[in-house]
């Protein structure tokens, strides 16, 4: 059974650092790109950030949309099966819940849209 599982969530007051984790079962995952998503209450999913797979020609290549560039990074673990998302200087707009995903590609998409998800992590950025 293929599964994706967050873990690293938590209350961090603003300015602080959370590390989320997106352990993979069933499947190898550096060979596909992987993306994270949030969803704050009330809104729509935003895509946050992904890493390429290492297979493609630009070897982990990110992207990450613009509200977290300099704040947040991503990359992998290969031999733990990992993907991280380094997450710094959080505010109180950063907080959701963060899921891992993955559409089975080996390149990022802009759009981030994805079949496979995790259950989630919530993430509180509050004082």
């Known amino acids: 059974q293929f599964q994706l599982v967050e873990s690293g969530g938590g209350l961090v007051q603003p300015g602080g650092s959370l590390r989320l984790s997106c352990v993979a079962s069933?499947?190898?995952?550096?060979?596909?790109?992987i993306g994270w998503v949030r969803q704050a209450p009330g809104k729509e999913r935003e895509g946050v950030s992904c890493?390429?797979?290492?297979?493609?020609?630009?070897?982990?290549?990110?992207i990450y949309t613009d509200s977290v560039k300099g704040r947040f990074t991503i990359s992998r673990d290969n031999a733990k099966n990992t993907v991280y998302l380094q997450m710094d200087s959080l505010k109180p707009e950063d907080t959701a819940v963060y899921y891992c995903?993955?559409?089975?590609?080996?390149?990022?998409?802009?759009?981030?849209?994805?079949?496979?998800w995790g259950q989630g992590t919530q993430v509180t950025v509050s004082s």
């Open positions: 890493i390429s797979s290492v297979v493609t020609s630009s070897e982990n290549n990110t």
């Open positions: 069933g499947f190898t995952l550096d060979v596909y790109a």
């Open positions: 995903a993955t559409e089975w590609a080996l390149r990022c998409s802009p759009r981030y849209e994805y079949s496979k």
